[in-house]
């Protein structure tokens, strides 16, 4: 899907092969060649625009028909799989009610009470407690990857990311181009072939995890089920483990389109170069000395914020510039003002070890508070972790997306498993939720 597109809009634009390809056959040349003269080269020229050929459409045409038999062999599949996973719970719950009858039989009526509540955890523990029936929502399988340090500007530098140019210019979204290959990008990330200076031995570099959302008049509901992984230690922690409080954490993003980039990246506009373990990070004395430190909290280090907040961005690092921009705040009315606006980013999370919810959003910096908001329940069934969360689409307050019919909602989620913290987790890609809204790739039905 990424060369279709790349190559439709060479067509377009005016570009030729080498504007993408240069290089190819021997080394990377990007980082040989300055800012400027990668723009130069690989800037489109008009009198290069061609009619799109008939025959490269007849095959971008077979090759759609190809990919859609697959997906529908795909979803036949996943439906005859979910419906035998749907038989076996039913004679699963059927059998235990069965043994609670047995035993309340051969007992009394005096253990009748401790019964019933015997009874009634295979549904808890089934994640049951919204009353939510979750055969009747889509399903959408979402392979979150292993980010490693590509932050935004690393998105928007060409030198790093061959597809800045049509991310900026043309308005694409990662999505269209990143969607179906996800897994091979967390696989070079992880293994430190791209883009990671500390690679963890052995952690795995992608998370396939089934998406399901729901709603009712007050209520957004979502669902998220994956396969859990053995425990890797981490060699340059002690104990091997970042969080050992928390094997597990699930936090998702909420904004509008008038949040720039959210369009087209999701969260990954609150993600710099100068965050915490990122390239660029400022040491500690540098943070606690600064005018910001005054402004916003910094004793952990610069945590997520969106470009909005600050007077500039560095992103291309020209002249040995750090990328990024924690110390260019903007005022605390502007501030206050682009929350007002709408410019932020929801941010709501789980805390495996307590069970703990968390609500905040992100602006110039990322705010976190308890989470009445959100309701969340966790468990595992073997070794598959199922997550199920409630939240009211509307809560009145700051900080807060409110969710409406007829929408679609910038949407993005993040795991860190295997007692992960910080930047190594895994992320998805920005997707679109919206309310029975078919255009949408996360469909809240109603319930």
Known sequence: PRAR??????????????????????????????????????????AFIRKVPEMYKAGLKEVEAMDAEK???????????????????????????????????????GAA?????????????????????????????????????????????????????????????????????????GKKMVTGEKAEETPIPGKRGSIP?????????????????????DHVPVPFVEGGKMDPENPMKIAFMLATDDVEFADRAGCWGTCHHDARNMPHAPDQATLDASEAAKVIDLKNGVTKY????????????????????????????????????????????????????ENGYVLEQRHMSGGGELLANAHKEGNTWVVEMKRALKTGKPGDVDIEPGKLYNFGFAIHDDYSNGRFHHVSLGYKLGLDNGEAEINAVGK
């Not at 529908?72 to 699963?92: F, G």
Request: proline share 3%; glycine share 10%.
């Open 5 to 46: 597109k790349q190559h439709l809009n060479a067509f377009e634009t005016g570009q030729t092969c080498i504007d993408c390809h240069k290089g190819i056959a021997h080394k990377s040349v990007r980082k040989l060649l300055t800012d400027e003269e990668l723009e130069n080269l690989e800037a489109p020229n008009p």
């Open 71 to 109: 997906a529908a062999k795909e979803k036949a599949e996943k439906e005859k799989a979910r419906e035998a996973a749907k038989a076996a719970k039913e004679a699963e719950k059927k059998r235990i009610e069965a043994a609670v009858a047995a035993a309340l039989a051969t007992q009394g009526a």
């Open 113 to 185: 009470s401790g019964g019933e509540a015997a009874a009634a955890s295979p549904a808890a523990a089934a994640g049951e407690g919204f009353g939510v029936n979750w055969d009747n929502a889509p399903e959408r399988e979402i392979t979150l990857f292993y980010p490693s340090q590509t932050s935004i500007e690393w998105v928007l530098n060409g030198r790093d990311h061959g597809g800045a140019r049509p991310f900026v210019k043309g308005g694409d979204r990662c999505f269209t181009c990143h969607d179906k290959e996800t897994a091979d990008m």
């Open 209 to 229: 995890v089934k998406v399901q959302a729901a709603h009712d008049a007050d209520n957004l509901y979502l669902r998220f089920e994956w396969e859990g992984t």
């Open 306 to 357: 969106l470009k909005e907040s600050r007077t500039k961005i560095e992103v291309k690092g020209r002249r040995g510039k750090k990328r990024g921009g924690w110390d260019k705040l903007k005022s605390p009315e502007e501030i206050s003002e682009l929350l007002k606006s709408g410019i932020f980013m929801d941010l709501m999370r789980y805390k495996s070890g307590k069970g703990e919810t």
